[in-house]
């Protein structure tokens, strides 16, 4: 059965390129316009969909041209690099002109929409490289930057509180596994806590909020327990592309943590709005309602057009 479904696999990806490739030739003939063209000069489409669509064309292009720029940029993201080397994205615009003969005397509207997906495309790359390098990260409870986050999460959180210690019972009063807040960040790094602290700091009365939420006798849950869990969760959606379809609407220029850490305040919010709401029985409810949000954040983001909206300042727990 394995093999009869390789091979099934294999006969559609074949008719899927054949036709594309008589379908692009068709519309080149017809409209005079190369894909990368019909895509950028779209105005039906949403910026996501325009990305998206530029990035599949780059991956399934047959030119040796464009395979070096996708190689070329992949490789500068990966290594952060795409600030210090702006140059290279101009030059693959120019190159992509002279590969597909553009005239920008005559297609003065492809330039700049083509550079935008660009930046969103290997931005969103770069994204991804940048926060996989921060989880990597372990917690040091000998450095004093990371003690000093540690410290700052505690401060927002309770503010007429003074800490004992790192090493406390207190911890377990805000969803810590432990008297020792460091070994849970294990999984996550210091992603996961970087995410928490400005969470706690930048939206500090939606966080506190939220903890007095999951200290309910009923429905409560371990706050920073289920906040390193919002970052696995919003780390993957990264890693599967699920989170273009919010960022490309939202920014047209690089991409930075902080924009990573507004969309793990968004979904912790809206997690914690669906907790509540289900009014589970008892915490061992958890891996169901996760699952439950996971999805309907897939579902929304499957919409192109969509985009993550909250505004704190003027929405109210």
Not at 85 to 90: D, L
Not at 261 to 266: F, G, P, S
Request: aromatic letters at 12%; glycine letters at 4%; a neutral charge.
């Amino acid at each position: 059965m394995y093999i009869i479904g390789q091979l099934y696999n294999l006969l559609l990806t074949t008719i899927y390129f054949f036709f594309r490739k008589l379908l692009k030739g068709f519309l080149r003939k017809t409209t005079g316009l190369c894909e990368l063209q019909r895509i950028c000069y779209s105005a039906d489409y949403s910026n996501a969909y325009r990305s998206k669509s530029v990035e599949q064309s780059l991956k399934l292009s047959k030119s040796p041209v464009l395979q070096k720029i996708d190689t070329e940029l992949t490789g500068i993201a990966l290594a952060d690099q795409l600030v210090n080397r702006w140059e290279i994205v101009e030059k693959a615009v120019e190159a992509t002109l002279v590969t597909k003969c553009i005239n920008t005397n005559i297609h003065v509207d492809f330039t700049q929409p083509y550079r935008i997906c660009l930046v969103q495309i290997y931005g969103y790359r770069q994204l991804i490289a940048r926060l996989d390098r921060l989880r990597a990260i372990a917690f040091d409870s000998d450095n004093k930057s990371h003690r000093k986050l540690l410290e700052t999460l505690w401060e927002n959180l309770c503010p007429d509180r003074k800490l004992d210690g790192l090493i406390s019972k207190q911890w377990t009063e805000i969803g810590f596994q432990g008297n020792d807040p460091s070994t849970d960040f294990r999984g996550m790094g210091l992603l996961s806590l970087e995410n928490l602290v400005f969470f706690a700091t930048v939206f500090g009365e939606y966080a506190r909020n939220i903890l007095s939420h999951s200290l309910h006798p009923t429905y409560g849950y371990p706050f920073a327990a289920v906040g390193i869990n919002i970052t696995h969760l919003a780390l993957n959606l990264l890693r599967m592309n699920h989170l273009q379809t919010h960022l490309f609407n939202s920014e047209t220029r690089l991409y930075v943590i902080e924009d990573f850490h507004k969309i793990y305040a968004y979904l912790f919010v809206s997690f914690d709005k669906l907790w509540i709401r289900s009014k589970p029985s008892s915490v061992m409810e958890f891996s169901h309602i996760r699952d439950k949000f996971e999805a309907a954040v897939i579902e929304k983001l499957n919409d192109d057009r969509s985009m993550f909206h909250w505004d704190p300042y003027l929405e109210t727990i």
